[in-house]
């Protein structure tokens, strides 16, 4: 129960309320209505003397209930006459991601049934093929009973005045739910009311850490349409596997679409979905059409029991084809949902999301800051943000890692300074021609300039001098490849161990550096998202854009925790542009470096 209420899990009982001869008479004759009975058996059940080990496990299920994480059904016969009760020992169990387990039959919590006695229980799983059929009909056979769909019983919900007398017994404190195991010998030792302190609690800085993705998936269950804003590293894509194995379970859906931008991210994909494919009832095949794959064909052909996962380009096409059928019991995934709102893509993709059962939008920073166009076209075709999970709540959680920043300061140059005046000459001339810049090319224009400052090189050259541990396992983000070069210049003086990662390059650069044989890796847009490195540990920004989605993506990166090192801290460095004197306003950098600041003071609050 304890690692259950951990994962931040729910519990359905049901049990079979202990009639008597006298009120079973009582109901036939009609002295009493049948639920009035029930209702004070299981009151006057809850209401007796009890030993102080079932007090203790009253207050725990009392505590479950008040926290809304209990729900407790009675299952009566419907022919009463005949002194039955619901005897049947079934359980399920199902986590996040549709995988299920099934047992039937029990032993009696005594040592006697644990110990000596000759018992039998069975025990289904449906990740094995050979019982997989048989767990699903364990399973569905008690969501019938639950809904009081199963024939000879009738199952009602507690009594308010049962649920009132258990109630009463709920500890007036919160338990603190440890889930170090207490061995038989410490309780044998040890008080009743000892063993409840270790057995039933845990400090109450123990919270569950991945709670956010089931309340994740519950509010998209709930809208079937619309964005879940998650930091990175905090498990976008395991919810949405795990939404989709839930909708392919319960016959929502039977063909799935996943989109994106970027080979990496949609290897990604395949990658962890041939297992779920596999284990899905019934078994789904993945496609792929993107790259050098080319299997959109093959999925128009027949949608159903399909994953197709495709590149956002290619989208529109597949999308045009589907029929009303097919689009209604169709699940869209759009992953880094954000780049769905570009003039491209709305030009794409307008008016073919009509009829789709479920689209699912993912991305740790879906709006797009100053064009307030693309983002009205992600909410109109995708949906509006349903959930969100930030980067300040993950590190409090433990999930993502604490952070040291390094921000280093540096003053533009004459030639700089030179070039925004000849920009700013230049916008004027422009607007006496009659053929004025627009605000977004000016001010792209401008931020190129602060962008591949050749200022900012010195700086950081004697930052690394007294710093090269920080290029170890190292990604340096920088606005252009001759820009990139400059950088390379000054590493080389200190490692040999760099490479490169733009859009020409091999793919094998960014896995030999995932698999730590390259140390640093310098690199333009291709890696800011949706790529998984736990073994990152710094990141160099000598560029990021003003909106802060680039910067989000860029450091989410490192953010990440790493099994091989728990004890990581990520290490984020930043060029940042002295603030004008003769301006109160924040230059761009000055607000990063702001906002950086403050997320260096965030720490875990859970041990």
């Known amino acids: 129960m304890k690692a259950l209420i951990h994962a931040g899990g729910k519990m359905q009982l049901i049990a079979s309320p202990k009639l008597s001869d006298e009120d079973v008479e009582a109901i036939i004759k009609g002295l009493k209505q049948r639920e009035e009975i029930i209702a004070e058996v299981t009151k006057k059940e809850l209401e007796q003397e009890f030993s102080e080990v079932v007090k203790d496990r009253l207050a725990c299920l009392a505590w479950l209930l008040s926290q809304q994480l209990l729900d407790i059904k009675l299952a009566i016969p419907k022919n009463i006459r005949h002194r039955g009760i619901y005897h049947e020992k079934l359980g399920i169990f199902e986590d996040t991601r549709g995988n299920i387990i099934a ?42 009973l639950w809904d009081n769909q199963t024939n000879n019983l009738d199952v009602i919900e507690l009594p308010e005045a049962a649920k009132k007398s258990l109630l009463q017994l709920c500890p007036n404190e919160k338990p603190e739910l440890e889930l170090n195991f207490v061995s038989q010998s410490n309780f044998k030792s040890k ?17 569950n850490r991945w709670q956010h993705q089931i309340e994740a998936k519950n509010a998209f269950l709930k809208y079937r349409c619309g964005i879940l804003e998650m930091a990175t590293g905090t498990g976008k894509t395991h919810t949405a596997i795990s ?51 080319y299997e959109k064909d093959e999925y128009e052909l027949e949608s159903e029991n399909s ?38 893509m ?7 999301s009509d009829g789709i059962g479920y689209r699912l939008g993912l991305s740790a920073t879906p709006e797009r800051e100053y064009d307030s166009e693309g983002t009205e076209f992600i909410e109109e075709h995708i949906g509006s943000v349903i959930y969100q999970f930030g980067i ?45 810049m627009s605000k977004k090319d000016f001010w792209t224009a401008l931020a190129r300039v602060h962008k591949v400052s050749i200022a900012k090189l010195p700086y950081f050259e004697q930052f690394i001098v007294n710093n090269l541990e920080i290029l170890k396992q190292c990604i340096i983000f920088v606005e252009e490849r001759q820009y990139g070069d400059q950088v390379i210049d000054i590493i080389h003086k200190h490692i040999h161990n760099f490479h490169t990662y733009y859009a020409e390059d091999n793919q094998q650069n960014l896995i030999d550096f995932a698999d730590g044989k390259i140390s640093c890796l310098v690199t333009c847009h291709k890696i800011s998202q949706g790529i998984d490195i736990q073994s990152l540990r710094s ?33 984020i460095v930043d060029l940042v542009r ?26 875990c609050e859970i041990i």
């Open 539 to 571: 990141v160099i920004l000598f560029s990021s854009s003003k909106a802060k989605l680039e910067t989000i993506q860029r450091i989410g990166r490192c953010l990440r925790k790493d099994r091989k090192n728990p004890n990581k801290k990520a290490i």
């Open 243 to 293: 939404i989709l194995q839930h909708l392919v379970n319960v016959r929502e859906i039977n063909t799935i679409i996943i989109t994106t931008t970027g080979t990496d991210l949609l290897n990604q994909w395949v990658e962890q979905l041939y297992t779920v494919a596999s284990n899905l009832n019934p078994q789904f095949r993945v496609l792929r059409h993107y790259d050098k794959f």
């Open 392 to 436: 300040e709540e993950a590190i409090r959680r433990g999930i993502l890692c604490e952070l040291d920043y390094y921000p280093i300061e540096y003053e533009p140059s004459d030639e700089d300074k030179g070039k925004i005046q000849s920009l700013y000459r230049s916008q004027s001339a422009k607007k006496r021609a009659g053929n004025p």
């Open 103 to 144: 047992f039937t039959g029990s032993a009696n919590e005594s040592a006697t049934a644990l110990i000596n006695n000759f018992e039998c229980i069975d025990v289904f799983c449906s990740w094995q093929t050979a019982i997989k059929d048989r767990t699903l009909r364990k399973a569905d056979n008690f969501n019938k």
């Open 578 to 603: 002295n603030q004008d004197e003769n301006k109160t306003e924040l230059n761009s950098d000055q607000l990063r470096k702001e906002w950086l600041t403050d997320l260096l003071k965030i720490r």
């Open 191 to 207: 008080s009743v009311s000892e063993n409840r302190d270790r057995g039933y609690q845990i400090e109450t800085q123990a919270k």
């Open 346 to 352: 709305i030009e794409d993709l307008t008016g073919l």
């Open 307 to 344: 994953i197709l996962v495709i590149s956002s380009k290619s989208l529109r096409n597949v999308l045009r084809t589907l029929t009303y059928s097919t689009r209604k019991n169709l699940l869209v995934i759009y992953d880094e949902v954000h780049g769905f709102g570009s003039p491209q």
